[in-house]
């Protein structure tokens, strides 16, 4: 689906059109479940649009949904989508994570002796970052505002937070107070553009003005225990390395390829760690060179040095969670936009308007013209 998967998966076969039947007529059979449409073929199978439709109650409640299937006849990889649904299981409370539906009555249930895999999935309506960003350089945009990019930021630490120390029911939340946990080790392995999908606006904080971000498609994620060897990455310090890649390609809106930088010593003592840590982090703050120009001065350095501390090649220079979450939550509630009045733009450019007219035009407005 994206363009630069790191690890690439064998693409499902291309389908003829009347392959769909079999599956449409899973669905026929269900007087709650209505099939939609196909939303795309994936590397781990297809994605269908779903209408839910709860029967037998006074106010029947709709709501769409999206099947994940893996159908061994097409390709598809039912192994992954298997194990991607028993991830999804112990993730089922995360905020920051795609939900995955339960069905009382599942209409692929018969399904399973043809050796489909299949998950059902809350929809994310608004979708992928990668489209959004696409849409930000389609008008005219060469970045974000820091604002917007703060937000964006920590909706992905929690997302890591969810995956570290997933809650134990919906009334948990995804605050510090539940670091003192072991985490559970689980790698993403596969964050990109085309794998976070943006959510609805919701009456908090964190959301008010820039929609919830969230993680999808757990294919290749594993769980791994590198307690017993320091030099390996924990999870959480592969899956910070990942999402500091992946803010350091935004801060371009940078769509077609992953951010690559040389490495460079950084001085991260304004961060309370340590003041030289090799990082690749030349083509966000500058090369080593004196004089060289800051190549992106409009955006806050404070938050290229945590996304650089994020990329360090030495995992152990990586920050801890507990403080990632502190300096961005920090970040997201204080700033204001003064703070970058003097920055091109000025404060304009970083209000809550400004911001809402980009998540307007770029992600409510304009969902059909790229994927
Ligand atoms: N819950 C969802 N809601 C809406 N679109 C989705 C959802 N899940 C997946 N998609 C769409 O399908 C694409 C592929 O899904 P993904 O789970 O990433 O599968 P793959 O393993 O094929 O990459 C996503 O990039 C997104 O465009
Ligand atoms: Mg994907």
Known sequence: MDSFE???RRRARRVPRDKFA??????????MFHYEGLLGNGGQGSIYKIKYVELNKPNPLSRRLVAKVADPSRGSDVEGVAREKMILETLRYCQHIVSMIDSPDDPLASAQRLGWAWIFLEEMENGTLNAFLKRARVAGF???PNRMLWRIFLCMIRACIDMAWPPSSSDSDEKTIQFLDKPTGLVHNDIHGGNFMFGSLADDPEHAISPILKLLDFGLAQRINSSDFASVATGEQQNIEDIGIMMA?????????????EDVQVDLSRLGYSSAVLSPASGILGGPEHDEPDPLPYIDR????????????????????????RWVYSEVSNTQPAYYGINRGGAEWESNETICNIVQQCIFDALEDVT
């Open 142 to 144: 060469v970045s974000l």
């Open 249 to 261: 390609t935004i801060l371009t809106l940078q769509t077609d390829w992953k951010y690559t930088g």
């Open 302 to 325: 404070d938050m290229r040095l945590i996304i650089a501390a994020c990329m360090a090649s030495n995992p152990q220079d990586r920050p801890m969670m507990v403080d990632l979450e």
């Open 22 to 31: 079999a599956l449409k007529a899973f669905f026929d059979s269900s007087n």
């Open 6 to 8: 790191p690890r690439r």
